[in-house]
């Protein structure tokens, strides 16, 4: 996204932030591809054949996200911060109601490589993954975000270090920290 169009998604997030609606429409179009280019990734790897595509991923956490009324909005990394929360909320209640129509089988499975491969499986239960940082954020709030800032936004080391509060060598020494834990966690070691 070029720096304008950066510049531009953070003023009109400030400008929802203070309540003008007119501007949604106006940032759509600014922040569509990019939420669809990280929807894409790892909808792309999912069986054929699923249920749930990447824009309509996309869509649900898009109207989840315009529908904020509580958020102070500061930048586009908290945007794309908040629109990880929603899509990993809309993948777990997916996988959810699919798990129980199929009394537990058939889980929904997500990719986890933009977690940068530390894992040996190529996917994992979204569900699992969903319980894993609830489990994290309970005695770690800070992680579990990071690995949700890494996981279902592609943000950069320095633009989840700006999102955080943190530096960016912090975020490089937790994401390290981080990933194991998941990785422990997910592979019943935890």
Not at 7 to 18: M, P
Not at 137 to 154: M, P
């Amino acid at each position: 996204m070029p720096e304008s169009d950066r510049k531009a998604v953070t003023q009109l997030l400030i400008d929802l932030g203070n309540g003008d609606d007119r501007v949604i429409d106006q940032m759509l179009p600014l922040v569509y591809d990019e939420l669809h280019r990280l929807a894409g990734h790892y909808m792309g790897r999912e069986r054929s054949g699923h249920t749930l595509q990447a824009t309509a991923l996309l869509h649900e956490a898009y109207l989840r996200l315009i529908d904020q009324r509580r958020v102070d909005w500061k930048n586009r990394a908290q945007f794309f911060g908040l629109a990880a929360q929603m899509m990993r909320r809309v993948l777990s209640n997916h996988a959810r109601d699919r798990a129980a129509g199929k009394r537990g089988g058939g889980a929904l499975q997500v990719t986890l490589s933009m977690a940068e491969g530390v894992f040996q499986q190529p996917t994992v239960d979204v569900l699992a993954l969903d319980k894993a940082l609830d489990e994290l954020a309970k005695f770690d709030e800070r992680k579990s975000r990071l690995i949700e800032l890494k996981f279902f936004t592609g943000l950069t080391n320095d633009e989840i270090a700006g999102m955080l509060g943190v530096s960016t060598p912090t975020v490089e020494r937790e994401w390290t920290l981080a990933r194991a834990w998941l990785y422990r966690a997910l592979n019943g070691a935890h």
